[in-house]
């Protein structure tokens, strides 16, 4: 998928979980604030392609060192999820946001590699096994254009729920 694609997919992503954050109700008094829902919006589009997302494989400095070529060791859902995970934990509580925000830009990255053109799941990959789990649609494609366009349009009303906007009934829930 292209860069539009990508974003399109981190946008909608990191829009769709603030808005679950605003309207799940697990106790806490601190949501996320419109501060951390646009930063996020900035991170996640940062890093959702190119040199800082699962596709520093592909060129410049990054793509010479990281062994096994594109769609490598960055796009195993393993280590990616570790590398996040290590995040958590020198992050710190005050940067959780930058963490989720990384989260979605990454999760959704190897999400739609998945449909477009498969991912390598499991260590195998460092050991020279090249095989790829997920489908084969076309960069660039019909479809793709219709999911950007539509992931594209389903991030308005999100920014829109995400960023508190007046709703006409309570949509508060949790799961008690
Ligand atoms: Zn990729």
């Known amino acids: 998928m292209n860069r539009l694609g990508h974003q399109a997919a981190a946008q909608a992503t990191w829009l769709g979980y603030c808005t679950f954050d605003r309207f799940y109700d ?5 949501m996320m604030s419109w501060q951390h829902v646009l930063a996020g919006a900035i991170v996640a589009s940062s890093m959702c392609a190119d040199d800082w997302s699962p596709d520093a494989d592909q060129g410049g400095v990054m793509a010479k060192i990281i062994p096994g070529g ?3 060791p960055t796009h195993m859902p393993e280590l990616v999820a570790g590398v996040l995970f290590l995040l958590t934990m020198v992050a710190g509580d005050d940067l959780d946001w930058f963490v989720l ?3 979605a830009a990454w999760g959704s990255h190897l999400f739609v590699d998945f449909f477009w053109g498969g991912i390598p ?3 195998a990959t460092l050991a ?10 076309d960069t660039g494609g019909p479809t793709e254009e219709m999911v950007t366009w539509g992931l594209t349009m389903a991030a308005f009303p999100l920014a829109y729920l995400a960023l508190g906007g007046p709703v006409p009934v309570s949509l508060s829930f949790s799961y008690a």
Not at 128 to 137: D, M, P, Q, S, V
Request: no cysteine.
């Open 128 to 137: 020279g096994n090249r095989k790829r789990i997920g489908f084969k649609l």
């Open 121 to 123: 799941f499991a260590l």
């Open 26 to 30: 697990n106790g806490e008094t601190l």
């Open 70 to 72: 594109h769609r490598g």
């Open 101 to 103: 925000a990384a989260a």
